[in-house]
């Protein structure tokens, strides 16, 4: 790929994820930052008060198992070469940051995801584990910005102490990547908007035996409902809509650099219209290779780092996908794109609903 056609594809992959998805996160985490914080401990001790969380070969496997599969902060945080499927890393670039383009929303704007790799004049080398523990718990960047929600933090912050730790053991496990990203541009008016979260003392690890419950903190490490959650005018999630799909995705995700199509995240609730004939073998399937019965499935969808998750995981989100609330809404990429009234907006099969 020659560097123009690179920086188009990102600048598409960027109006995409910023354009839609995670306005919905300002609602989202404004929402939550009037709200109590339920998890708050003040009592407990937590392995992320430590100035240096203890480097063990445990918290290094369970990290990488996360950052490469269920959050997949390097899908976002290194440039992505989206011909190959599965999706890759350009090789040399794991962490070193993206350029997440323009959002598209009339004054200048430009977005990076910032190079969080060890690198101390360009990456997080000089940060403490603290800076990472306030980013994806608060949303507060190193530098003290508040950080704009395209970066999941109101998910993460609800993944265990002993993960988050992982996860960040594991990042600054990995080699330096020597590349400057400018940083953001983003007008007065989202900047007011933009409020970090409260401090979440201790969340504790997830009870593994209960499977629906485990499934559930899965799918929300794994935002899924940030993007199968279809949302309003001002970026709200629709209520009575949750995993119902129908969010517009456009990008290369046919694998061709030029050639942008676009996608419609699906409704996955047990209704008619969602994924009813789905069983575990099938979802298993589907995750790992990227298709069903000869359909691909775009890559925007991160089945390129779910594949990387254990049968059990796996088998956990599906018993949770299975309690949902059923939604009657029909999308299909397989169909021209229509309006659709329910998510106003246009996807196939859109007139149906
Ligand atoms: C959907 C895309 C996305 C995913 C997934 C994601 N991030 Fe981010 N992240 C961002 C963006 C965008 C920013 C910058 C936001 C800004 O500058 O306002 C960011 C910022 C950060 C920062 C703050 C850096 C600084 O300048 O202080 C850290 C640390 C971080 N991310 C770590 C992670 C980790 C660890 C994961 C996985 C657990 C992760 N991110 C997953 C998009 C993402
Ligand atoms: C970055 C956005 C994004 C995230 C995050 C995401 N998905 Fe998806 N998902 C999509 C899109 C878009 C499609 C439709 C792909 C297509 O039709 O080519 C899709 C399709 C699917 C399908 C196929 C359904 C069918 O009928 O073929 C399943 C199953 C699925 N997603 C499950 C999940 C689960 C479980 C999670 C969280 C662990 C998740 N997705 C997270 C965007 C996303």
Redesign the pocket.
């Known amino acids: 790929m020659s560097q123009r056609v690179t920086d188009n594809v990102f600048r598409m992959f960027a109006r995409t994820?910023l354009g839609i998805?995670?306005i919905a996160g300002i609602a989202l985490a404004v929402a939550i930052a009037y709200r109590a914080d339920k998890r708050v401990n003040a009592q407990t001790k937590s392995v992320l008060d430590m100035e240096t969380i203890p480097r063990t070969p445990e918290r290094l496997a369970r990290g990488k198992y996360?950052?490469e599969g269920l959050?997949?902060?390097s899908?976002?945080?290194s440039d992505i070469d989206f011909s190959k499927r599965p999706v890759e890393v350009v090789p040399g670039m794991r962490n070193g940051g993206a350029d997440?383009g323009d959002l598209d929303m009339g004054p200048p704007t430009h977005?990076?995801?910032?190079n969080?790799s060890p690198d101390p004049e360009y990456g997080?080398g000089k940060?403490k584990d603290a800076?990472?523990v306030r980013?994806?718990r608060q949303g507060i960047?190193?530098?003290g910005?508040?950080?704009?929600p395209?970066?999941?933090y109101q998910f993460?912050r609800q993944?265990s102490d002993e993960d988050l730790a992982s996860?960040?053991v594991y990042?600054r496990s990995l080699p330096p990547v020597h590349v400057e990203r400018p940083k953001?541009i983003?007008p007065e008016k989202i900047l007011k908007m933009?409020q970090p979260l409260p401090p979440v003392a201790h969340v504790p690890e997830p009870d593994r035996t209960d499977r629906v419950a485990y499934g559930k903190y899965l799918v929300t490490v794994g935002?899924c409902s940030?993007c199968h959650t279809p949302v309003d005018e001002h970026g709200k999630p629709i209520p009575g809509m949750e995993f119902g799909g129908g969010l517009p995705l456009p990008g290369p995700w046919t694998g061709d650099p030029k050639k942008i199509v676009y996608v419609a995240s699906l409704n996955l609730t047990p209704d008619p219209s969602g994924i009813p004939y789905f069983d575990e073998a099938m979802f298993i399937q589907t995750i790992r290779t990227g298709q069903l019965k000869g359909r691909e499935l775009a890559t925007i969808m991160p089945w390129s780092y779910f594949r990387n998750l254990t049968d059990d995981d796996l088998k956990a989100i599906f018993a949770y996908l299975r309690t949902l609330k059923p939604v009657q809404h029909l999308v299909d990429n397989t169909e021209p794109p229509t309006y659709c009234k329910v998510c106003r907006t246009k996807h196939g099969l859109g007139e149906r609903n």
Not at 145 to 148: A, E, I
Request: proline letters at 5%.
């Open positions: 994820r998805l995670l996360l950052v959050a997949q902060c899908f976002c945080h997440f977005l990076f995801t910032p969080i997080s940060w800076d990472f980013a994806l960047g190193h530098d910005r508040t950080l704009y395209l970066m999941p993460f993944m996860v960040i990042e953001r983003l933009l935002h940030g």
